[in-house]
């Protein structure tokens, strides 16, 4: 099914009545030629030569072709089927228009191919209207191209109203779901750039300031249009008990919020699917098979507002309600919360005048009030005035000086710090502590020769315990056979030295010779 197609207004404009005369046929190029030759000749003030005589470039010849060509033919319509299509790197489209009895080539630049509402290919009938023109460099007649639609609307109409058909027979169209009275989140499917959305942000600012708007980018023309939309109801379906959603894009009815922030939003309670007005190709994206199958599997209701009053889609036949255009729409979403307000309006009005009356009754009771009485209380409020002054100054006083007291314990501790790292007071503790270490140096020095010398000194006192000069000195003595040599035996028994024998006593002092008288 093609995806665009040409409106009605195009085909009346082309289309050609049966009761009108075939128009005259128009003066060949070779006529127009003879023709301005002709009128050359018979200027007085423009001296040429002969017809036979005069003699072209192939540069002037074809500008020349082409000035008369460009003029007489200006505008013209023609129709045939696509050929040899080459889109350029440049955006410009370069193919051939044929049908059974000739081809002439098309150049449809950049500009214009932005603009179809449609994907051209080789064997596609459309209707071209341009204007003749030559291609100097090839010497080709070409058509340059200024709009190019598809043919073919009976047919595209016919599958429309079948398809139709078929989704009412299956029962795609009973959907009847109540709309929310009072909806707190409006999911809306449609286009950024178009005047749908403006007009239902419009509506809803001005009916129901709190209700938010989250928005679904969408095509609502050309080929990704069906795609694009029935994506849009599926999300809002899938999304639609979730308090907090992050879409493609939010838009508040107050203020704009930053897209790339969560939107917290109460759970969405109706999908709105919206297009402004157009021509029949342009909302044919509405009369696609997806886009009614996802609107009867939504699962919250659906509404739409697509085109004008007169204007109907197979989308607006599956939805739960359709309105006329999407103004109409937000209107009726808004419906209860609008009546509400003018309720809340009344009764704004009858509070506005019950407060006044007030007012009044109290003015009375002011004027009845004395002299004597005014001045009381206003000396009363006066001094209470005052007292709560003097409090107000006791408490900055205090505040004051709790504050002065802790900078100045805080300027304390900073000089202390301060004090701390002065330069004398390190050189003193450098100096102190460079003392105690050289002392400690000498004493690590010093300590191995005290330790041995210590040790030396309890040998030495060990030995000297130990030594027989110390049992001699306490009145002992070693006595010896003969002269007392070291080759001498020790005496230790008295049967060892017999009478007449000679011994040699060892005092402490001196040793004595004696001669054994005895033994006993």
Same mark, same amino acid.
């Not at 309720?343 to 009858?350: C, I, T, W």
């Given at each position: 099914?093609?995806d665009?197609?040409?409106?009605?207004?195009?085909?009346?404009?082309?289309?050609?009545p049966?009761?009108?005369?075939?128009?005259?046929?128009?003066?060949?190029?070779? +006529?127009?030629?003879?023709?301005e030759?002709?009128?050359?000749l018979?200027?007085?003030?423009?001296?040429?030569l002969?017809?036979?005589?005069?003699?072209?470039?192939?540069?002037?010849?074809? #500008? @020349?072709?082409r000035?008369?060509?460009?003029?007489a033919?200006?505008?013209?319509?023609?129709?045939g $089927?696509?050929?040899?299509?080459?889109?350029?790197?440049?955006?410009?489209?370069?193919?051939?228009?044929?049908? &059974?009895?000739?081809?002439?080539?098309?150049?449809?630049?950049?500009?214009?191919?932005?603009l %179809?509402?449609?994907r051209?290919?080789?064997?596609?009938?459309?209707?071209?209207s341009? !204007?003749?023109?030559?291609?100097?460099?090839?010497?080709?007649?070409?058509?340059?191209?200024?709009?190019?639609?598809?043919?073919?609307?009976?047919?595209?109409?016919a599958?429309?109203?079948a398809?139709?058909?078929?989704?009412?027979? $299956?029962?795609l169209f009973?959907?009847?779901?109540?709309?929310?009275?009072?909806?707190?989140?409006?999911?809306? /499917?449609?286009?950024?750039q178009?005047? &749908?959305?403006?007009?239902?942000?419009?509506?809803?600012?001005?009916?129901?300031?709190?209700?938010?708007l989250?928005?679904? *980018?969408?095509?609502?023309q050309?080929?990704?249009?069906?795609? $694009?939309?029935?994506?849009?109801?599926?999300?809002?379906?899938?999304?639609?008990?979730?308090?907090?959603?992050? *879409?493609?894009?939010?838009?508040?009815?107050?203020?704009?919020?930053?897209?790339?922030?969560? /939107?917290?939003?109460h759970?969405? +309670?109706?999908?709105?699917? =919206?297009?402004?007005?157009?021509s029949?190709?342009d909302l044919?994206?509405?009369?696609?098979?997806?886009?009614?199958?996802?609107?009867?599997?939504c699962?919250?209701? /659906?509404?739409?507002?697509?085109?004008?009053?007169?204007?109907?889609?197979? =989308?607006d036949?599956?939805?739960?309600?359709?309105a006329?255009?999407p103004s109409?729409?937000?209107?009726?979403l808004?419906?209860?919360?609008?009546?509400?307000?003018?309720?809340?309006? @009344?009764?704004?009005?009858?509070?506005?005048r019950?407060?006044?009356?007030?007012?009044?009754?109290?003015?009375?009771?002011l004027?009845?009030?004395?002299?004597?009485?005014?001045?009381?209380?206003?000396r009363?409020?006066l001094?209470?005035?005052?007292?709560?002054?003097?409090?107000?100054?006791y408490?900055?006083?205090?505040? %004051?000086n709790?504050?002065?007291?802790?900078?100045?314990?805080?300027?304390?501790?900073?000089?202390? #710090?301060?004090?701390?790292?002065?330069? !004398?007071? #390190?050189?003193a503790?450098d100096?102190?502590?460079?003392?105690?270490?050289q002392?400690?140096?000498h004493?690590?020095?010093?300590?191995?020769?005290?330790?041995a010398?210590?040790?030396?000194?309890?040998?030495?006192?060990?030995?000297?315990?130990?030594?027989?000069?110390?049992?001699?000195?306490?009145?002992?003595? %070693? /006595?010896? %056979?003969?002269?007392?040599?070291?080759?001498?035996?020790?005496?230790?028994?008295a049967?060892?030295?017999p009478?007449?024998?000679?011994?040699?006593?060892?005092?402490?002092?001196? #040793?004595?010779?004696?001669?054994?008288? !005895?033994?006993?």
């Open positions: 099914m093609p665009d197609i040409p409106s009605l207004a195009d085909l009346r404009r082309t289309r050609t049966a009761a009108r005369k075939t128009p005259p046929t128009a003066p060949s190029l070779f +006529d127009d030629i003879l023709a030759q002709s009128r050359a018979t200027t007085p003030s423009t001296p040429t002969p017809p036979t005589a005069q003699v072209f470039t192939v540069g002037e010849l074809l #500008r @020349r072709v000035s008369l060509v460009e003029r033919h200006n505008h013209v319509t023609v129709e $089927e696509i050929s040899n299509w080459r889109p350029a790197a440049s955006g410009h489209c370069y193919f051939t228009l044929k049908d &059974a009895e000739a081809q002439l080539s098309i150049v449809l630049f950049r500009r214009q191919a932005q %179809l509402r449609f051209p290919k080789d064997g596609d009938a459309v209707r071209i341009g !204007s003749l023109s030559v291609y100097e460099s090839r010497g080709q007649l070409q058509l340059v191209a200024e709009t190019m639609q598809q043919t073919g609307l009976g047919a595209l109409l599958a429309t109203q398809l139709k058909d078929r989704l009412r027979r $299956e029962g009973e959907n009847q779901r109540p709309l929310p009275p009072f909806p707190r989140c409006i999911g809306v /499917v449609t286009s950024l178009g005047a &749908a959305l403006r007009d239902i942000i419009k509506v809803c600012r001005r009916r129901h300031a709190a209700v938010n989250l928005i679904y *980018p969408a095509a609502v050309g080929p990704n249009c069906p795609a $694009e939309v029935a994506a849009g109801i599926n999300w809002f379906s899938q999304h639609a008990q979730q308090s907090t959603v992050q *879409p493609k894009k939010s838009i508040p009815s107050k203020k704009k919020v930053h897209p790339k922030k969560a /939107v917290p939003l759970a969405i +309670d109706v999908v709105l699917v =919206a297009r402004g007005g157009g029949w190709e044919h994206g509405f009369d696609a098979e997806i886009v009614a199958r996802a609107i009867a599997a699962s919250i209701p /659906v509404i739409t507002g697509i085109g004008h009053a007169t204007d109907t889609t197979i =989308a036949a599956a939805a739960d309600l359709s006329p255009t109409a729409a937000a209107e009726l808004t419906a209860a919360q609008h009546n509400l307000a003018d309720r809340l309006a @009344r009764l704004h009005s009858r509070l506005t019950a407060s006044s009356y007030n007012l009044l009754r109290l003015h009375q009771r004027s009845a009030l004395t002299a004597d009485s005014i001045l009381r209380r206003a009363n409020l001094e209470r005035r005052s007292q709560h002054l003097d409090e107000l100054t408490r900055a006083e205090t505040a %004051l709790r504050s002065l007291r802790s900078h100045n314990t805080r300027l304390l501790q900073l000089e202390t #710090r301060l004090r701390r790292q002065h330069v !004398s007071l #390190r050189l503790n100096r102190h502590r460079f003392q105690s270490l002392q400690r140096l004493a690590a020095r010093n300590l191995p020769f005290l330790a010398k210590t040790r030396l000194n309890h040998a030495t006192s060990k030995l000297e315990a130990l030594s027989p000069l110390r049992v001699l000195e306490r009145g002992y003595a %070693l /006595v010896y %056979l003969n002269e007392g040599t070291p080759t001498d035996p020790l005496l230790r028994n049967t060892e030295a009478p007449g024998t000679t011994i040699t006593a060892q005092l402490a002092k001196g #040793r004595l010779r004696a001669k054994v008288t !005895s033994n006993e």
